[in-house]
């Protein structure tokens, strides 16, 4: 490979990252957090790169001494460059994350914060299923909360789930809880990935080692929501 290729190469994937970041499509692969991050690393490939191509041109062009690159052969690597570019893939699905890990012993009780204020609190999936697991204040008990995630269908019935990233995509998982009340009925109308806000109370007893620590989420009212721009938890 070329010395101008390289530098060329280097600077779509700096550019290319530059363009995510304009877009936004750069959350459909990691955490918001992680974008200074980002910022930084597509601005030392440009950098690199421009100066590199600028030394080159200021010492003039090396000699091959004969040999014959297959240039066409690197220039394929534009394809996935482009692709990320300007064809957004969408984010993770249910189909495209790990499900939960199975769990071998409860998790150790822990001290949770109170929930916010107000009749029906908004509160993450993962942190429903983390303070119905692990809070020992059982902030939970008897309290009205409100959580928004997509439809799952399970031989038991419906769930609602969100995909959870630590760092990026490629360590998603889903996090999420089983429903149950009278509206469940009327659930079956919407198909699997649908997104929905609910309102309800967690079933106190119902995350337990047996049900792999999936809460049950009694359903006082929903209504169907647009998918959001970011469809990931953190």
Known sequence: MSRGTQNTLMLLVGLSAVVMIIKGSYLHFVKPSLLPWLIAAAAVLILLAVASIVRDLRLGPAGEHGHRHRTWLVWLLLVPIALTTFVVPPPLGAAGAAPESVAATAPQKRAFPPLPAGSAPTVS?????????????????????????????????????????????ADAQLARIHLSGSAVAELGGYPEDTWLEMTGTVVPGTSTLAT????????????????PANTYAY
Do not use: H, M
């Open 212 to 227: 792999n620590f999936v809460p049950t989420l009694a359903i006082s009212s929903f209504r169907r929501v647009g998918k």
């Open 125 to 169: 999936i993962p942190d429903v299923v983390l303070r119905a697991a692990a809070d020992s204040t059982n902030s939970l008990q008897n309290r009205l909360i409100t959580v928004t995630g997509f439809t799952l269908r399970y031989p038991e019935g419906t769930d609602l789930g969100r995909v959870v990233i630590v760092c990026c995509a």
